[in-house]
């Protein structure tokens, strides 16, 4: 028998079409790739993709999986891989129709006898590693794997591209180093007459850093899902507690006047961060503070002793405006998480149901 949950996920699919079209005229660039990979950011790729398949000109997944997914739903627009899947999946993978990150000389070969096989040319985007060191050829090779990729039989080069390691710290200067790597890699390129459309360094951060880099094409996740989430719960039950009482494990809060604790049925299995205790939830119109440590299925509020607040009333934890309710940034700033692992962990926790808004 199905119980009905109060903690829900909206995703706001205007708001989502709405970010990537503002981005893409921001940073007038030619190709927005939207990262779709870890189902959305955990907001649901097929949805995510069928509305904002129309503002953006690629979708970039993580795996083959995804991207099946993707195409088994209908969804047509070009799908650039983020990394080289296992070789012996590639041939099976041909018919997904796909762009593929290459960095490998395996990678190179199989994929272009593959194609030969199959009387195909594969689009492929080379990724150079500029010192994230986690994929693309290194900086000391590229110019001559590009070379060989480049009159590789059955591959055609649509795209070149590299990604940072610090975009979401924007003091860090590796940030500068790594442009300064790229753009020197660029310039030996056009020096040596190479030409490579859809040249792309920035994810999110890197579009707020540096965005004259973003003209030919960038890599936006965060930036188009950020705002575009509510996450609501009730408040379930509220208790008078005397001044002095310890509340929640390790009784780390003690209200210093009486008052009344507000209960909300959402704790950490429902993606609530467990560093997330000088939070706040929106209730009734008003903010009011997550107090002691969030369990497991539940996070208290101190709601003084005001007569303003009833069980039953909606209790808003993330708002994608960050006027009634938490903002992303807000959250992250008090819990210091990763905003996409905490979308995620909404977007994965089975207690809490996903719903979709136009
Ligand atoms: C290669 C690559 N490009 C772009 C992105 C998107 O990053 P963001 O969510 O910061 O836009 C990611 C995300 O992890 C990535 O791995």
């Given at each position: 028998m199905p119980f009905d949950s109060p903690n829900i996920m909206t995703v706001h699919l205007d708001k989502l079409r709405e970010a990537a079209h503002v981005a893409k005229s921001e940073l007038n660039t030619d190709s927005l790739i939207a990262v779709i990979k870890a189902d959305a950011y955990g907001l649901g790729a097929i949805e995510v993709a069928r509305s904002i398949q129309s503002k953006v000109d690629i979708l970039a997944v993580a795996t083959l999986s995804e991207a099946a997914e993707l195409r088994d739903a209908s969804i047509m627009t070009p799908i650039l891989l983020l990394a080289e899947p296992p070789i012996s999946n590639l041939e099976k993978s041909l018919d997904l129709d796909l762009i593929y990150t290459i960095y490998t000389e395996a990678c190179r070969t199989s994929l272009s006898s593959f194609a030969s096989a199959a009387n195909m040319t594969i689009p492929v985007h080379i990724k150079v590693d500029t010192g994230m060191t986690r994929l693309g050829v290194s900086m000391d090779d590229a110019i001559h794997y590009i070379q060989d990729v480049l009159t590789t039989p059955n591959l055609s080069v649509d795209g070149l591209y590299t990604h940072l390691?610090?975009?979401?710290?924007?003091?860090?200067?590796e940030n500068k180093s790594q442009l300064n790597r790229w753009t020197t890699l660029l310039n030996e390129l056009t020096s040596q007459g190479i030409s490579i459309s859809n040249t792309h360094i920035c994810n999110s951060g890197g579009s707020r850093l540096f965005p004259e880099q973003c003209r030919q094409a960038v890599r936006l996740g965060l930036r188009l899902v950020e705002d575009a989430v509510t996450l609501s719960s009730e408040l379930r039950l509220i208790r008078f507690v005397p001044a002095g009482t310890p509340v929640s494990y390790g009784g780390l809060y003690t209200p210093a006047e009486d008052t009344r604790i507000g209960l909300i049925p959402m704790g950490y299995a429902d993606g609530i961060p467990s560093q997330y205790q000088s939070g706040r939830a929106w209730i009734n119109g008003k903010n009011v503070p997550i107090v002691g440590q969030v369990c497991m299925d539940m996070i208290m509020v101190?709601?003084?002793?005001?007569?303003?607040y009833l069980t039953g009333d909606s209790a808003i934890l993330l708002s994608p405006s960050g006027t009634d309710g938490p903002s992303l940034m807000d959250i992250i700033e008090r819990s210091n998480q990763n905003p996409r692992e905490l979308l995620i962990r909404f977007g994965q926790a089975k207690r809490v149901k996903t719903h979709y808004s136009e």
């Open positions: 390691s610090c975009a979401d710290q924007p003091e860090n200067p101190d709601l003084g002793l005001t007569d303003h």
